[in-house]
């Protein structure tokens, strides 16, 4: 009898621990997406990649700040044709990681579904400008990351000689 009601027990208290929800879809299971690392703007990346140069082309306003994002811990480097490494302090807010000021003001927010990081336009006059609201920057090997730092380094020093 000790047996059967000892049995019991145990069946009990391993049946109260399961309650056949399915834990993926629980908002408190989903971890913290990895946004460190280095992240190229989609509209200029795969062509300076390419190619090692951009060519002649309309070339949105953001894009002299920020042709490369590189993310440490808190912290986020804009790296554009200017090549003034320019760092902000980012937050958790997936929406809302942080505002930037360069040649207008975007939100840079992070969206899961797509794994991207977007630009979005609030302080520049759409007239002004041929390219979209939102700009995205995909994620890049550390490998591609550097090729674009030395490449946007190259570029500087080049039009530099030039004046």
């Known amino acids: 009898m000790k047996i059967l009601f000892y049995s019991l027990l145990v069946i009990l208290f391993i049946s109260c621990g399961n309650t056949g929800e399915d834990t993926t879809k629980n908002p408190e299971s989903i971890t913290e997406p990895n946004l460190e690392g280095y ?31 590189e993310i440490k811990h808190d912290t986020l480097i804009r790296i554009g044709f ?7 302090a980012i937050s958790n807010n997936i929406d809302s990681l942080a505002t930037m000021e360069s040649f207008g003001t975007y939100k840079l927010s992070y969206d899961i579904e797509s794994d ?48």
């Open 82 to 88: 200017t090549h003034d490494f320019d760092t902000l």
């Open 116 to 163: 991207l990081l977007n630009t979005t336009t609030i302080g520049y006059k759409r007239a002004e400008t041929t390219c979209g609201e939102i700009t995205s920057f995909r994620k890049l090997t550390k490998e591609e990351g550097k090729k674009i730092q030395v490449l946007l380094a190259g570029a500087e020093k080049s039009s530099n000689l030039n004046e």
């Open 39 to 69: 992240w190229g703007n989609t509209l200029y990346v795969d062509e300076l990649l390419n190619k090692g140069v951009l060519e002649p082309q309309v070339m949105c306003p953001i894009i002299w700040t920020s042709v490369v994002f």
